[in-house]
Nanobody, 127 residues
């Protein structure tokens, strides 16, 4: 089993920044790709960003490229999502997730590829 706990969400004005953190415990964090997803009211959960187990590969949703940065600290079992230039359309509950396969050579983009999920943290961007 793995436990994921997100933090860092909140209310911010458009153009502002937030840094989300996801602390992992329960299995060998450093062997797994970690992803960030989000879900707005009435919409499906969507991919936002992911980082491979080695941190050598990252992937982003097109609409967040250049604004969001995913990173990880394997010594702290933590993955981060730095969000800059936030827009009202970024408002959602943000979830971190751990890949169901270890040492995957590519970064998975679909929810089905991730096995463990955090409880989510709310991000609200006001206009």
């Amino acid at each position: 089993q793995v436990q994921l706990v997100e933090s860092g969400g909140g209310l911010v004005q458009a153009g502002g920044s937030l840094r989300l953190s996801c602390a992992a415990s329960g299995r060998s964090f450093r062997r797994y790709t970690m992803g960030w997803f989000r879900q707005a009211p009435g919409k499906e959960r969507e991919f936002v960003a992911a980082i491979s187990w080695s941190a050598s590969n990252t992937a982003y949703k097109d609409s967040v490229k250049g604004r969001f940065t995913v990173s990880r600290d394997n010594a702290k079992n933590t993955v981060y999502l730095q969000m800059n230039s936030l827009k009202p359309e970024d408002t959602a509950v943000y979830y971190c997730a751990a890949d169901r396969s270890e040492l995957r050579s590519i970064v998975a983009l679909t929810t089905a590829s991730y096995e463990y999920w955090g409880q989510g943290t709310q991000v609200t961007v006001s206009s």
